[in-house]
């Protein structure tokens, strides 16, 4: 008598998880705009990713071209996985003193685990991340980025 009532109360169990799930199934099928299951990539041009979203290291330059990046290498140092490499220059001044300034700032996103260890290092606020998502390219190497843009520079009072 015993198993029969085990096995019922089993079937009971079992029917109630059932109903549980369907509910939310239930919930949902008449609820759609609910649904957070993206419809990608029909929604390409509407997606927008949440706030927190870390997508890849930018350098945020503003319409002078200029960026915040000094060449401090605090970012490279930071980075546990060496995705980023700075390479420096020297400037020549009038005086006849040497000036140390950013000649390439390389990103290796291939490598990158979004961590933000970088972004948190800079103490000039010159990295941010990107909600940028989409990185699928046919060569490893178009992953490797030079973040300060052609022609750019640091802008003023951020020299080190
Ligand atoms: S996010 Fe992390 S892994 Fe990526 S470059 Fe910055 S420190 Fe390195
Ligand atoms: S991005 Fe920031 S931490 Fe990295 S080299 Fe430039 S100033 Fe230094």
Known sequence: MNEVSEYIKDVAK?????????SVTGYYFFHPKEIIT????ENRGTLKMFDR??????????????HRCNGCSSCELA???????IVSKHLLLENGKKKKIIDQHIYN???????????????TDALKMSQEFEHATFGRVELIKVLNKTGSVVMEGLEE
């Not at 980075?79 to 490499?85: A, D, L, V, Y």
Request: with cysteine.
């Open 79 to 85: 980075c546990p996985n060496g995705s980023i490499r």
């Open 109 to 123: 996103l291939s490598l990158c685990t979004l961590c933000n260890a970088c972004v948190k290092a800079c103490p």
């Open 14 to 22: 079992g029917v109630k998880t059932l109903l549980g799930g369907l």
């Open 38 to 41: 993206q419809q990608y990539p």
């Open 53 to 66: 979203f870390r997508g890849e290291v930018i350098m945020p330059h503003n319409e002078k071209n200029e």
